[in-house]
């Protein structure tokens, strides 16, 4: 029964149509969390009602690039028992869409909840930030956990386990040969081997007892160029949850430009190091997330220690 006087928040994933029930060519797991927890916390924050949005999507950019995860999420995720989903939510969608409100996430937030009605949750542009979240970790960290289908409490360690996390981006990122682009910050593109090199060298000789976990989208043929060091191994599990919620277990995360190193760094907590760029898009707050190490692409680092 839809109750006029409730407030409802739903979470749009991203996506060239949002179908109520699947996506259409829509974005993936770490754009889709960031819309996903803003609503959710939106929904504690004034009493109202989250609405399931739907995790599946119709994508084939990874089928004709070879990717090893084909990013459909189909049967990952389910919906927590406290949302709203099923025919309920095909009604209560039905019924309120025309007189919907939105709300769009960015840099200068200024949100404006509409009581009583649907507030439709999603970003404009793609700088994403996670302010407005951080009091609300622990609360993200449980429902994330109750949302997946599958059992992964084996891999939830939150920031306490002992290995390093490197996470290198391939996919749909492009390459770029002129350095100087990537130095100014310029979005989808692959940061260069060598700079991942670097630092796991520096780490490795800071922490020698501790292994280098990598996690990575790309072939073991494209990872070739990091394969021949010590203590180094490719992680590959079996969803791209089990990759993320492993990310999120290291004590040590080397994060790519991804909005999914990005949540692995919110949910673990742990210490981090990013690209260093002219335009720094990586959103994690310096004064709520533990120590950041920001290095440039040419930049030589001997030993990396956090305390």
């Known amino acids: 029964m839809i109750n006029n006087k409730e407030t409802y928040f739903y979470p749009l994933l991203g996506a060239n149509k949002d179908c109520w029930l699947f996506r259409v060519a829509g974005h993936g797991i770490g754009n889709g969390l960031y819309n996903y927890f803003h609503a959710f916390v939106l929904a504690k924050k004034h009493d109202g009602k ?4 739907p995790w599946p999507t119709l994508k084939v950019g990874p089928i004709l690039r070879g990717e090893r995860s084909k990013r459909f999420y189909w049967g990952i995720f389910k919906p927590s028992l406290q949302d709203i989903s099923g025919i309920q ?17 960015g840099d200068n937030q200024n949100i404006k909840v509409k009581k009583g009605a649907l507030n439709i949750v999603s970003f404009r542009d793609f700088k994403f930030t996670f302010d407005g979240l951080y009091e609300y970790r622990n609360d993200i960290r449980s429902r994330f956990i109750e949302i997946i289908r599958e059992n992964y409490q084996d891999k939830i360690s939150w920031g306490k386990g002992n290995y390093i996390a490197v996470h290198i981006r391939l996919g749909d990122f492009k390459v770029v040969e002129d350095l100087s682009l990537i130095k100014k910050g310029a979005v989808n593109t692959r940061i260069p081997f060598p700079w991942y090199s670097n630092i796991i ?15 990575s989208d790309g072939k073991e043929s494209d990872l070739a160029p990091l394969l021949n060091k010590n203590n180094l191994e490719i992680y590959r599990g079996s969803t791209d949850l089990d990759d993320l919620l492993t990310m999120s277990g290291a004590s040590i995360l080397v994060g790519s430009r991804s909005t999914f190193s990005y949540w692995a760094a919110f949910l673990g907590n742990m210490p981090s190091i990013w690209l260093k760029t002219e335009i720094m898009d990586h959103k994690i707050s310096d004064q709520q997330q533990k120590e950041q190490l920001f290095i440039s692409i040419d930049e030589t680092i001997e030993t990396i220690s956090f305390d």
Not at 50 to 53: E, V
Not at 201 to 215: E, G, N, Q, T, W
């Open 89 to 105: 939510k095909i009604l209560l969608l039905i019924n309120k869409w025309m007189s919907r409100n939105e709300i769009f996430l």
């Open 201 to 215: 060298d520096a780490l490795s000789k800071s922490y020698p007892d501790m292994p280098v976990r990598i996690f």
């Open 50 to 53: 989250l609405i399931n949005p």
